[in-house]
T-cell receptor
């Protein structure tokens, strides 16, 4: 049973650049959420995708956008990177309407220089 | 505005003893609470959860207690083992709208000494 997978593991970008992070949900799951975890903080909700639509969004600027594909995988895009975007980006999946528990991937460590 | 608070950044206990991790919340709309464990270089792993209609949920060595009037929950680990050493996150959710967004605390680093 494949768990949540994310790519790449690590990424270094320069301020002003754009980045795309990828996530494949746990087998059987159809809902994907993205979280940002800054150093010393808990994960912060960015947005959630279900049926290829953004269903809920946290307090993040429009520079953060996403997409969900028909196979339920998802992408997180961040434009015009700032130094403060350096963080661990976590993807979580669950089955819509069935369970509360979300299963997390290992994350992508983004460093903006 | 921190809606979920874990006021102890760290906790150290001896192997075999009880570990008690605490969590407070301010949003009365939260109706489901979860604990996650996180090792370095890994994503958070779901540990145990509790609905607001209950005051206790037990799973093996792990028990979560919920005190709704105090807006407080705690995770008890008995007996503690060195492999339990990790960062523990408390998370809360509001099922309204069926979106189940999780709001996390900052985490507590548990160290279990052999």
């Amino acid at each position: 049973d494949a768990g949540v997978t994310q790519s790449p593991t690590h990424l270094i970008k320069t301020r002003g650049q754009q980045v795309t992070l990828r996530c494949s949900p746990k087998s059987g799951h159809d809902t994907v959420s993205w979280y940002q975890q800054a150093l010393g903080q808990g994960p912060q909700f960015i947005f959630q995708y279900y049926e290829e639509e953004e269903r809920q969004r946290g307090n993040f600027p429009d520079r953060f956008s996403g997409h969900q594909f028909p196979n339920y995988s998802s992408e997180l895009n961040v434009n015009a990177l700032l130094l403060g975007d350096s963080a661990l980006y976590l993807c979580a999946s669950r089955l819509q309407g069935i369970r509360y528990e979300q299963y997390f991937g290992p994350g992508t460590r983004l460093t903006v220089t | 505005d921190q809606q979920v608070k874990q006021n102890s950044p760290s906790l150290s206990v001896q192997e075999g003893r009880i570990s008690i991790l605490n969590c407070d919340y301010t949003n009365s709309m939260f109706d489901y609470f979860l604990w996650y464990k996180k090792y370095p270089a890994e994503g958070p792993t779901f540990l145990i959860s509790i609905s607001s209609i209950k005051d206790k949920n037990e799973d093996g060595r792990f028990t979560v207690f919920l005190n709704k009037s105090a807006k407080h929950l705690s995770l008890h680990i008995v007996p503690s083992q060195p492999g339990d050493s990790a960062v523990y996150f408390c998370a809360a959710s509001n099922s309204g709208g069926s979106n189940y967004k999780l709001t996390f605390g900052k985490g507590t680093l548990l160290t279990v000494n052999p």
